[in-house]
């Protein structure tokens, strides 16, 4: 199974929303609504923030939010704040073996 | 509150194995839909997903380290065992273990903080 495709970095200032894409296959992505999103801050534990595409588990914020079309997952980060930056992961899963994408680095300017 | 924890040695010789323990809390790992599993992160790069171990004691392995990966669960004591046989400094990353669980589709809910792991003679 091949990594999902995501671009390397993504950045906006404070207030602004960041869009990230999850680009994988009609046999994941694109035919299940099997995409999960996680933020990795060093150190710590990576933590889930979307999870089947669209769901935010209780306790993340509402700025953080999730959407698909076609093969391509969507993370958005609305009114970006300095506690966003960090590498962010999707995930999707075929049978019973999950995968992750490339990861994203989210910068605050 | 869930917690999940992982220990094991710091430093690995090339071609020894690897033992990781992952020591949980706050849930069952006998309680149906759920899965404990172990993902890595090499340094600068991508997270891998290794290997998972469900409440039924269904095993699944990444295809390409299945060769090289044990994975099993002591439900008395809240621990997952990962082993890794013939370690090489290709395996240098940091291990974390996350609880995979079941709703309507699955999901990694809970993570540790990750150990790293130095394979180096």
């Known amino acids: 199974q091949s990594a999902l495709t995501q671009p390397p970095s993504a950045s906006g200032s404070p207030g602004q929303s960041v869009t990230i894409s999850c680009t994988g296959t009609s046999s994941d992505v694109g035919g299940y609504n099997y995409v999960s999103w996680y933020q990795l801050h060093p150190g710590k534990a990576p933590k889930l923030i979307i999870y089947e595409v669209i769901k935010r588990p209780s306790g993340v914020p509402d700025r953080f939010s999730g959407s698909k079309s076609g093969n391509t997952a969507s993370l958005t980060v609305s009114g970006l704040q300095a506690e966003d930056e960090a590498d962010y992961y999707c995930s999707s899963y075929a049978g019973s073996n999950p995968f992750f994408g490339t990861g994203t680095k989210v910068t605050v300017l | 509150q869930i917690t999940l924890k992982e220990s094991g040695p710091t430093l690995v010789k090339p071609t020894q194995t690897l033992t990781l323990t992952c020591t949980f809390s706050g849930f069952s790992l006998s309680t149906n839909g759920v899965g404990v599993g172990w993902i890595r992160q090499p340094p600068g790069e991508a997270l891998e997903w290794l290997a998972l171990?469900?409440?039924?004691?269904?095993?699944r392995y990444s295809p390409s380290l299945k060769s090289r990966l044990t994975i099993t669960k002591d439900t008395s004591k809240n621990q997952v065992v990962l082993t890794m046989t013939h370690v090489d400094p290709v395996d240098t990353a940091t291990y974390f273990c996350?609880?995979?669980?079941?709703?309507?589709?699955?999901?990694?809910?809970?993570w540790g903080q990750g150990t790293l792991v130095t394979v180096s003679s």
């Open positions: 171990i469900y409440w039924d004691d269904d095993k």
């Open positions: 996350a609880r995979r669980r079941y709703t309507s589709t699955w999901y990694f809910d809970y």
